[in-house]
């Protein structure tokens, strides 16, 4: 049974070094700005706990204003999920139009689609605005491992164009597809033109020049420990020093351990992982995935996978519901990529590497004023390339002017686990397994 560890243990037990881990990102990555650790005490208007893509979008939103603002991280900016994610920018929230209507109703549906449509907007502009070179790619293509979503697919094709005025998305059959990627076993699926690819780590560093640019400052290397009421707003205790601040943003996301109970009793972290082969050359690589789009598929566990730019297949699959990564990751991922990609069984795996998401029992995002002045925000559930620079600029709008559209996702239902901070490990890792195994069947 997994422990329930303090975060000192947990980076201990994923990462030794707090450095990035040795990914094909951080291969190709771009510099940061400067980012020293804290050094003493100091005084802010708002503290942010958690330099991804969160955070980062809230600071960049907050300095613009001249608002003055500490972004720490225990490690590297876009240390956590956002330097180490599959890259697809996914349009929409992780639930789609018919399951928002029966949880929230059809027009709640509605504003959270265009809550997500204007997160997708933003990213444009986040990337043009601030000349954020991180390889945008357009085209995301949802497939579907079993012939019985296929009716499904094409039935969410035809409500979002009709419904939700998203003329961007195609059915496309099994013949269709054939052409389109050299995978096994898919029957069908969703072609959205305004989904893409990304360099997920370039996105954040880019993101962090700036928030530096802007007025922000960033220290990296520095662990919030403890949080407490003083006078005036909030004391944050850090191995370096305290940061005092009239607010606190909580966006630590899966790495956020120890601070606050009602976040951990809502977002569970979970491990995920990829591995990059070694450059297949153009033709070899476009003969995996024609149009160079990302793909992600139907299974519970989802299969992911692109090409870099360097012509290699990035490939994400395979989770565990354990504190530690697999020793050999390369290797954990490789049977799952051989089975959608067997040709691939001469290619040798370059990079592996593991990373850790949150999700939420709703798999909606986790957004609360948990008290005067401390927000919290995360649980993406998987899909935060594009939903968390924006959130993270919403918070930010909140705190400026407020903000309709933050307060609408504070009131999204995300309840606790079952079985409460001790026994929601137990109860959900016994829930995923079952799950996944239904992916098998
Ligand atoms: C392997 C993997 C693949 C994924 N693939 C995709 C994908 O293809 N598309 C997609 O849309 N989403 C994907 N995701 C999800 C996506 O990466 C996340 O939703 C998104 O990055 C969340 O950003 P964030 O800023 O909220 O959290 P994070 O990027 O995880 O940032 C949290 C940061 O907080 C810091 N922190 C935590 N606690 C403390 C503390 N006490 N003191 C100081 N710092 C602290 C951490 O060091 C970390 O850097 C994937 C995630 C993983 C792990």
Redesign the pocket.
Known sequence: MPRCNS?ADLMQGLNDDPDYPPSWYAATAQSGPPAPPLDGDVQCDVCI???????LGAALRLAQAGIAVRL????RIG????G?????A?VGQRRDPEWLERAVGPDDARHLWRIAIDARDHLDRLIADHGIACDFTPGLFHVDHKRRYCAHSRAAVERLRTHYDYPHVDYVDGEQLAEMLGARGYHGGILDRRGGHLHPLNLALGMARAAYAAGARLHER???TGLARATGGWRVTTDRGTISAARVIL??????HG?SRPVEARVMPIN???AVTEPLGEARARSLIRDNVAVSDSRFVVY?FRLTPDHRLLF?GGENYRWRFPADIPGFVRPHMLRVFPQLADARLEYGWG???AITPTRMPFVRDLEPGLTAI?G?S?????L?PYFGKLIGDAIVAGSDDFNRLTRLPVPPFPGGRWLRWPTLVAAMSMFALRDRL
Not at 49 to 55: A, S
Not at 382 to 386: N, R, T
């Open positions: 975060g706990i958690g330099g991804g893509y969160t955070g720490i991280d225990q490690a240390w956590g999920a956002s180490r994610n599959g890259g697809q996914h520095t662990r919030a966006a630590g996301n899966g790495y956020l601070l995920n992982y990829i992911y994400g990373g850790t998401l995360g993406y998987g899909l935060g390339v594009v968390a």
